[in-house]
């Protein structure tokens, strides 16, 4: 994904345009990506908060039923229903995990294929399924953890990004490193499913904010310079931003992800 941007420009699309036409172009491309990961950010946080609304009940009465008869209860007196037990506590929270990682898959490598139209529906499906599966963090930590920990995220966000986009350094260099890191983090996960080992998730998300953050410089720098690739092309820019938001969105999702299981305060 980091390096789609370089993949993306097709010969011959490379601009050649200079001074103050450029950085107008530059400047309108980058708040176009930029204003498609706010919102797509934005529909996250709104259907995890919904999803999660639905899903527990404070009324006994409304509460799923085990098999032993009994409600399915929480902590703080709150009780699942039978949506919460769907997708918490059933084989289904699993093909909501994997949802999101198969939007992406789509997304990499059918983008050529797809009309402008069609990407931009795809990333909009992402962000919802992507707040379908973190619904379930209103379930582990307290909601004013969760809102300082996405305060602290976006801050870090746009000091990175922002680095990302004015420094003169190339970081291109970077890619791998981070990819590896990146492929690390994964593999660790998959293995503390099983292990459940506290330790080795507290290493994770450690290595998951240096890793992330490293990413969102890292994208910053190659979205912008991708711009100059494909710029002229209406097709390609339009979607060069879904992409490149897509990009940023993981950064940012992932960031946020390890500061909270670093930070926040469980229920």
Same mark, same amino acid.
Request: charged share 10%; aromatic share 14%.
């Given at each position: 994904?980091?390096? !789609? *941007?370089?993949?993306?420009? =097709?010969?011959?699309?490379?601009?050649?345009?200079?001074?103050?036409?450029?950085?107008?172009?530059?400047?309108?491309?980058?708040?176009?990506?930029?204003? %498609?990961?706010?919102a797509? &950010?934005?529909?996250?946080?709104?259907?995890?908060?919904?999803? !999660?609304?639905? +899903?527990?009940?404070?009324?006994?009465?409304?509460?799923?039923?085990?098999?032993?008869?009994?409600?399915?209860?929480?902590?703080?007196?709150? %009780?699942?229903?039978?949506?919460?037990?769907?997708? @918490?506590?059933?084989?289904?929270?699993?093909?909501?995990?994997?949802?999101?990682?198969a939007?992406?898959?789509?997304? +990499? #490598?059918?983008? %050529?294929?797809?009309?402008?139209?069609?990407? =931009?529906?795809s @990333?909009?499906?992402?962000?919802?399924?992507?707040?379908?599966?973190?619904? +379930? /963090? #209103?379930?582990? $930590?307290?909601? =004013?953890? /969760? +809102?300082?920990?996405? #305060?602290?995220?976006?801050?870090?966000?746009?000091?990175?990004? /922002?680095?990302? %986009?004015?420094?003169?350094?190339?970081?291109?260099?970077?890619?791998? $490193?981070l @990819?590896?890191?990146?492929?690390? &983090?994964?593999?660790?996960?998959?293995?503390?499913? !099983?292990? =459940?080992?506290?330790?080795? *998730? !507290?290493?994770?998300?450690?290595?998951?904010?240096?890793?992330?953050?490293?990413?969102?410089?890292?994208?910053?720098?190659? &979205?912008?310079?991708?711009?100059?690739? /494909?710029?002229?092309?209406?097709?390609?820019?339009?979607k060069?931003?879904?992409?490149?938001?897509?990009?940023?969105?993981?950064? $940012?999702?992932?960031? #946020? *992800?390890?500061?909270?299981?670093?930070?926040?305060?469980?229920?």
């Open positions: 994904m980091a390096e !789609f *941007q370089n993949r993306f420009a =097709q010969p011959g699309t490379t601009a050649r345009q200079t001074g103050a036409v450029v950085d107008q172009g530059l400047r309108s491309y980058m708040l176009s990506v930029y204003n %498609y990961m706010a797509g &950010i934005a529909l996250t946080g709104i259907v995890a908060y919904l999803v !999660f609304t639905q +899903s527990v009940t404070t009324d006994v009465a409304l509460a799923a039923k085990s098999a032993a008869g009994g409600a399915f209860a929480l902590k703080r007196g709150m %009780y699942l229903t039978q949506l919460g037990v769907t997708l @918490f506590a059933s084989p289904v929270k699993w093909v909501i995990m994997l949802a999101p990682l939007f992406v898959m789509l997304l +990499s #490598f059918r983008v %050529y294929k797809m009309s402008v139209a069609a990407t =931009q529906v @990333f909009w499906a992402f962000a919802a399924v992507m707040g379908l599966s973190l619904s +379930s /963090i #209103f379930l582990v $930590f307290t909601q =004013q953890s /969760i +809102s300082q920990v996405f #305060f602290v995220t976006a801050a870090a966000f746009g000091a990175l990004s /922002i680095y990302g %986009y004015t420094t003169k350094k190339d970081l291109s260099g970077w890619g791998t $490193f @990819f590896m890191g990146l492929i690390g &983090i994964v593999i660790a996960a998959v293995v503390n499913l !099983f292990l =459940q080992s506290s330790a080795l *998730q !507290f290493a994770i998300s450690c290595l998951g904010v240096l890793i992330f953050a490293g990413l969102t410089a890292y994208d910053t720098q190659q &979205i912008k310079d991708g711009y100059y690739q /494909i710029a002229g092309d209406a097709t390609l820019m339009a060069g931003a879904v992409m490149g938001a897509l990009n940023l969105y993981l950064d $940012f999702i992932n960031m #946020f *992800q390890s500061l909270l299981s670093l930070f926040g305060n469980r229920e």
